[in-house]
Structure formats: C-alpha cells, structure tokens
C-alpha cells in the first residue's frame, strides 16, 4: 500500500482552502495536515461549527484524512511570532484555548491528531518553572482531549523547551497518557537527533502519531525543498514502512511555489519511497 503522504497548509498559504485541498487530492496525496489559521479555517472567526462542518464535508468528498496543526505564527498575537506558548509569562490561557479549540475542531472533522509543540523558554524564566508551565498546559489540553478521544502528537522543535526526542520522552512519562504521542519531523533529526534518521523511527515507531517531512541541511534548521538538503530518503521511508498515519510535507516559506512544490514533493517521495523496494 505504500505510505499515505499528506501536506501541511504551511506551506498553501497562498491558496484558497477550498483549493489547495482539491490540489492535494489531484496529485494523489491521501491528507492534509491543517494549519488552523486566519486565512485557513480561523480558530476564532464567526460560526466556526458551521465552517469546520463544510470542511469535514469537503474532506470526506476528496478522500483526505486530515492532521490538525497548530503552529500559525500570528494567530494569537498579530507581532510576536508563535506567541504567547505554553511557557509564556502571560497569555498562556490563550494558548492552551487554542489548543483546546483545536482538538474541538480535530473531534468534529474525524481527523487522527493534533499535532503542537512547547515553545521556546524566554529570558528570566527558569528551567523548573518553564517545564512546569508546558506539564500544566499539557494536562489542560488532555482534559479536553481525553472525552473526545482525540490523540495528541507532540513535536519536538529545534531550539524550543522540548527539541529532541529525549526531551519528549521525558514528557510522555510525566503525563504518562495513552493519547499523548509523538509527531516526528523528519528533517529535525539532523539537527537534534545523534542517531541516523533510520534509528531515530525505529526506536519511537510505538509512539508516533505523525510525521512531518521536509528536507534539511545537517546540523541547521532550515526547512528545504527535496533534494536540497541533507536528509538521505531512501532510508528514511524505508525505516517508516508500515507506518499507518500520515507523513505530511512541511514546507512553510513555499506557499508562492505550492502550484509546483505539491506535485514535485510526492513525486519525490513516492520515488524515493519505490527505491527502498527496487534494491
């Protein structure tokens, strides 16, 4: 069956929802991993039932699994990117809504996770308070979570409060709940992870909910188109192999290339995907 590959809107910025979803569709993806946004399904516009019930409509018709992303850079703050966070001194509240929003919206559209991240620790807060912030904010969103049976898939981020996969193990035995995962992004892991790629899948294939996939060079975090960076593919998919949830393509500073980045991208991979089996 091969797996199932998805794309972030991120990256569709440029486009319509409505159309970017049909463009997925056209070129064979079978998800999308969807950035609530002001432009793309806003979290906190008017009538949100009825919009999330024309979406999950639309989903349904296009044969679209869908991921709920959470990562818009101003969407709760028009000039600090990705603020407030879970650690943040004030307006955290705000973040653990959205996020409560966002797994209300993942419940009604029938989508597989949630996919979030801790944010970074700012000057003058400390290590013990900024842990017990993202634990208490985590706690809130499971609350939410757990009677909808929604899973939650938490992304380790280069340079934030949980950037590798050793700082969301620690994480996960703190919360120590079923619906509490993992998204793995794939590129992250020349940046954070000192194992290879293959290893890094296998060890935390058990836990993972999603993934998020996207070229990198080693060592920086800069999301690149396929083939530009250092990530080896081959391996990779072949180290996701039987892997049941989506694998969705991140690539955020792309949307003025989406009419050609979205067809490319599974082209790339599924030929990559075709390679580990050809040998």
Known sequence: MGLRYAYVTNGLGDHRLDDALRMLADHGYSGVGLSLDHHHLDPFGPDLPRRVAVTADRLRDLGLAVVVE?????VLDARRKHEPTL???EGRERRVEFLRIATRV???LGAEAVSFWSGVR???VSA??????LVEGCE???LTAEPLQVKLAFEPEPGMLVASVDDWRRLRDTLGHPLFGLTLDVGH????????????????????FYVQIDDMPRGVHE???FGEGDVDFPPALDALKGFEGLVAVELSRHSHTAHTTVPRSIEFLKAAENATTTK
């Not at 959470?70 to 101003?74: C, D, S, V």
């Not at 013990?128 to 912030?133: F, G, H, K, L």
């Open 122 to 124: 700012r000057p003058g």
């Open 106 to 108: 993942a419940a009604d």
């Open 128 to 133: 013990e308070t900024a842990w017990q912030r």
């Open 223 to 225: 999301h690149l188109d």
């Open 140 to 142: 809130a969103v499971l």
């Open 189 to 208: 892991c020349l940046v954070t992870e000192p194992q290879p790629i293959p290893e890094v899948v296998k060890d935390v294939r058990d836990e993972l």
């Open 87 to 89: 650690l943040s001194d």
């Open 70 to 74: 959470t990562g818009a850079r101003f």
